[in-house]
């Protein structure tokens, strides 16, 4: 032990020594240089140890030029512009965003995933009337194809609004041109809208300000002081050229700072818009409308399917931060929920924090969906941000389906009641014999469940010269009508059919019972000519073969037939000679 303090002792006085000599002063300076830097990197590898899996640092300096923003100054006059920036006005709805054509960089391409509310599956804008290119600038509007167009290919901006036929133009660029010159990029915007109204001058056209930046936003490159400048200049265009003003800074400052409002931009990212945000924007949007006579030719032409934005139009951010974070949003369909962050910022191959997907009452989860990369099917999950994530971000939708109740099984059915046959006779829809009371037979006559009659003459006739009589009946004439006697159905006949006698041909009568729908039929006979000493019969026409004519005699007619006699005429009836 004492050898060991000795030792250290002896060393402490060297080093002691070492400090005092000339050589020893800036070798210790850079020493205490390493030394800070390896407690600067233990602190920060403690912090970020403690950190949410893929969340960017919390911390932020604020920047020295930020210190002399001054909230008031370098905003856009109002008073001086009021017949260029747009005022408030009615709500116009949904109707309003519909027949307007939306074009701007990444914060326009973001409208297409926002909606009125966490559970919409409505959202502001479609690509059908969306043009939004990330890291875009006025400087693209007519050097890019920004869209390809099936039938037509790839379109710079005046060319897709020619195509479209728009009935108002909402554009908006800026925030990629923050660090231009003013007058290089009012010379840009400016040209680049003459090319619009050019391609298609039925178009009213409105300029959107930039929106405004968070104060701790990710690229301290950026401030406001450029945003109020180039704004400034946006207006005073519009003023000269004659387009109209949206002033969205009214619904996205906070007047008091001059900054974007608490929560309308990504956490962390500072730049574009949150949903909040986005329906604050649309909502100032649809209450400071501009309305026109729509002067557009009729009828439009037919708009070629959109195969959307040109792939890989723009490879470098204009406005990125090395290893900066991707905006990931996450929102839910309707029947549920998201437990969790549901905007947060995540570095690329990085996973997200805990977010789950919980179902509102008589729903449950479905399945989870990405703007980008692949995503884990459980209610519960992290995601992890692809490589090829830009600025867009990433969006994230928790998706739920309606349960379908179960049948009550306490709850018994009451049971149909079933007809039954009342028949005692086979029915038969052949021969017409179908018993029209019974419930059974009326519907269906193959049903009948009355047994098979043994012959079509009732039980107990008989048949006598030709004719069918029902037992106990008599033959009067030829003819009966008396029906048979009741066996096991009451019967209660009643003619049905009837053939008439001829004079060498028998006829019928069918008599059918009205209860079971039993039937028989009578023989009528012939009823035989009726020459009455004539030639021929006088019902059927038909000759008489026994008839003789014979001469008169001495003035009086006598003809004679062996059934004919003519009695001659008496004297008065003798015409005079």
């Known amino acids: 032990m004492h050898s060991k303090k000795r030792h250290s002792s002896d060393l402490a006085s060297k080093i002691q020594a070492f400090i005092k000599s000339p050589a020893g002063i800036p070798i210790l300076a850079g020493v205490a240089g390493v030394l800070v830097v390896a407690i600067v990197a233990v602190i920060v590898f403690a912090v970020r140890a403690g950190a949410e ?21 370098g905003k856009v006059n109002k008073e001086e512009f ?11 709805g949904q109707e309003y965003l519909d027949e307007t054509l939306f074009i701007g960089d990444s914060n326009t391409a973001r409208y297409m995933y926002y909606g009125p509310d966490d559970n919409s599956d409505v959202h502001f804008t479609t690509i059908e009337n969306t043009v939004g290119v990330v890291s875009a600038g006025v400087q693209n509007i007519t050097s890019l194809k920004w869209e390809h167009f099936v039938g037509k290919g790839e379109m710079t901006i005046p060319e897709i609004v020619e195509v479209m036929q728009p009935k108002r133009i909402i554009i908006c660029f800026g925030t990629n041109n923050l660090t231009m010159e003013t007058d290089t990029f009012i010379d840009y915007y400016s040209k680049g809208l003459e090319a619009i109204h050019e391609a298609y001058p039925y178009a009213d ?58 929560d309308y931009t990504l956490t962390l990212d500072g730049v574009h818009l949150s949903k909040e945000g986005a329906r604050a924007l649309f909502e100032y949007i649809r209450t400071h409308a501009y309305i026109t006579e729509d002067t557009r030719p009729k009828p439009l032409k037919p708009i070629p399917k959109i195969n959307g934005v040109t792939p890989g139009l723009i490879t470098q ?10 905006p990931v949003e996450i929102s839910s369909t309707e029947g549920g929920h998201v437990v969790g962050e549901t905007s947060q910022s995540v570095k690329k191959g990085q996973q997200t924090s805990e977010i789950t997907a919980v179902a ?80 059974v037979c009326k519907a269906d006559p193959s049903q009948c469940k009355g047994t098979t009659a043994s012959s079509s003459t009732p039980s107990g006739s008989g048949t006598t010269s030709g004719s069918s009589t029902p037992s106990g009946g008599s033959s009067t004439g030829g003819s009966s009508t008396t029906p048979p006697a009741p066996t096991e159905c009451p019967h209660s006949y009643s003619e049905t059919a009837s053939v008439p006698a001829g004079c060498e041909s028998a006829g019928s009568k069918t008599f059918t019972c009205s209860l079971c729908g039993q039937s028989y039929t009578e023989t009528i006979p012939a009823t035989g000519h009726q020459f009455n000493g004539g030639q021929t019969c006088a019902v059927c026409g038909a000759n008489n073969p026994d008839y003789q004519q014979q001469p008169p005699t001495n003035g009086t007619g006598s003809s004679t037939t062996t059934e004919v006699t003519t009695t001659p005429p008496t004297e008065e009836q003798v015409p005079a000679a």
Request: hydrophobic share 30%; glycine share 6%; proline share 8%.
């Open 53 to 73: 899996p893929g969340s960017a640092s919390t911390s932020w300096s604020e920047p020295a030029d930020d210190s002399s923003y001054d909230a008031e100054a």
């Open 82 to 92: 009021s017949g260029t920036i747009l005022p408030e006005t009615e709500d116009a």
């Open 205 to 262: 056209i409105i300029v959107s300000a930039i929106p405004p930046l968070d104060k701790e936003r990710s690229n301290t490159n950026l401030s406001m002081k450029q945003v109020d400048r180039l704004n400034t200049a946006i207006v005073e265009m519009c003023e000269e050229e004659g387009y109209k003003y949206l002033d969205t800074s009214e619904a996205l400052e906070d007047p008091e700072t001059g900054w974007a409002k608490k």
């Open 317 to 326: 951010d204009p406005i990125g931060v090395r290893g900066a974070s991707v």
């Open 360 to 439: 509102d009452e008589g729903w449950e989860f479905d399945h989870w969906s990405a703007s980008l990369g692949f995503i884990d099917q459980q209610e519960t999950i992290r995601f992890t941000v692809p490589q090829e994530a830009d600025a867009n971000g990433i969006f994230i939708t928790a998706h739920f389906r309606k349960v379908e109740q179960e049948p009550d099984p306490t709850a018994a059915p009451t049971p149909t009641p079933v007809p039954t046959c009342t028949c005692t006779t086979k029915c038969d829809s052949a021969a017409g014999t179908v018993n029209q009371n019974c419930p």
